[in-house]
């Protein structure tokens, strides 16, 4: 059964990092283009990272800049993972954050993880 379990989120300043991890089982994510996804209070889920394959990255403009996503190494179960690398967090930045294909299995959804920017 797909399944995706997201972790690292938690209160930072503005100003300050955080590192989400998913953890993505089921099937072989290796082959897919991944990426982080968020939903502020009162907003649509939006994606802000997507990574090929083979590494490709874009990023949404609000983010471009502050946010890398990278991918675990190709071999073993490291090729379901999935990171997003979160600098110079903004109040803008706090929401729920997930991680799915591109485009999303729309069933699978996980829990997300909880970031929150604020002093």
């Known amino acids: 059964q797909v399944q995706f379990v997201e972790s690292g989120g938690g209160l930072v300043q503005p100003g300050g990092s955080l590192r989400l991890s998913c953890v993505a089982s089921?099937?072989?994510?290796?082959?897919?283009?991944m990426g982080w996804y968020r939903q502020a209070p009162g907003k649509q889920r939006e994606l802000v990272a997507t990574?090929?394959?083979?590494?490709?990255?874009?990023?949404?403009?609000s983010v471009k800049g502050r946010f890398t996503i990278s991918r675990g190494s190709a071999r073993g179960n490291a090729r379901n993972m999935l990171y997003l690398q979160m600098n110079g967090l903004k109040a803008e930045d706090t929401a729920v954050y997930y991680c799915?294909?591109?485009?999303?299995?729309?069933?699978?959804w996980g829990q997300g993880t909880q970031v929150t920017v604020s002093s």
């Open positions: 799915n294909k591109v485009p999303p299995d729309q069933v699978y």
């Open positions: 089921g099937r072989d994510f290796s082959i897919y283009t």
């Open positions: 990574s090929t394959s083979i590494g490709i990255t874009t990023y949404a403009e």
